[in-house]
Structures are given as structure tokens and as C-alpha cells.
């Protein structure tokens, strides 16, 4: 789960950073109020990485997911790329638990059938 919910956690991250050069364009936002909401939510994304599969990691990304979706008020296109990180986020989570899942059962066969004197 680790590496699917990272990979998505990084394409935010860039995103984040895009749509902060987008909404520096606002004549109503200042460069150090659009900069350190993206700043903030850019640190977020990597600290989540290595929080992702610690208690509350995915719950903190899902929070992450929706703040991605709300900033679509500042940066209307966000709504759309919002939803489509929420959509691979939900994806991340869901098969990469299945993965997880399947790594246990494999581990778990093959310390059966390995020799224990080996």
C-alpha cells in the first residue's frame, strides 16, 4: 500500500505546486498567502508518505483529498483534479491493501512449505 498511496501522495505534490503558479495569477491572493497554502499542502504530501501506513495515514490523506478538492474555489480547474486524486487515492488504499494482503498469503506459504533446517 505503501508504494501505491506514495506515488499519489508525489503526483499532489507537483500538482499542489502547478496550481500554486496558477493562483498567483489572483490580483485578490498575495504571492506569500498563495505560497504558503501550497507550501503547507506540498509538506503534506511528503510527510504523508512516510506516515501512509501508520494509523490515521490514511485518514489524514483522505482530509488531504478534500482540501485538494476545495481549493478547485481558488484554482477552478483543482475540482476536476481534485476528484481524480481522490479517485486514485481511493485506488492506492483499496488494491494496495489487496497487495498487502496477497504478500502475507505468499509469505505465509512459503515459510509452510520452506525446509526449517534451511
Known amino acids: ?21 496558477v493562483a498567483m495569477k489572483d490580483p485578490d491572493l498575495s504571492m506569500a498567502q498563495v505560497w504558503t497554502v501550497s507550501g503547507i499542502a506540498m509538506f503534506l504530501c511528503l510527510v504523508l508518505c512516510g506516515l501512509v501506513t501508520r494509523p490515521g495515514g490514511v485518514v489524514l490523506g483522505w482530509a488531504l483529498q478534500i482540501a485538494l478538492i476545495a481549493s478547485g474555489f481558488v484554482v477552478p480547474t483543482m475540482f476536476f ?6 479517485a486514485l487515492w481511493w485506488a492506492s488504499v483499496h488494491f494496495g491493501r489487496k497487495v498487502d494482503e496477497a504478500k502475507a498469503r505468499f509469505a505465509a506459504q512459503s515459510d509452510k512449505t520452506s525446509p526449517s533446517g534451511a
Open 1 to 21: 500500500m505503501r508504494t501505491l498511496c506514495s506515488s499519489t501522495l508525489i503526483g499532489e505534490f507537483f500538482v499542489i505546486g502547478f496550481a500554486g503558479l
Open 81 to 86: 483534479l481534485g476528484v481524480v486524486f481522490a
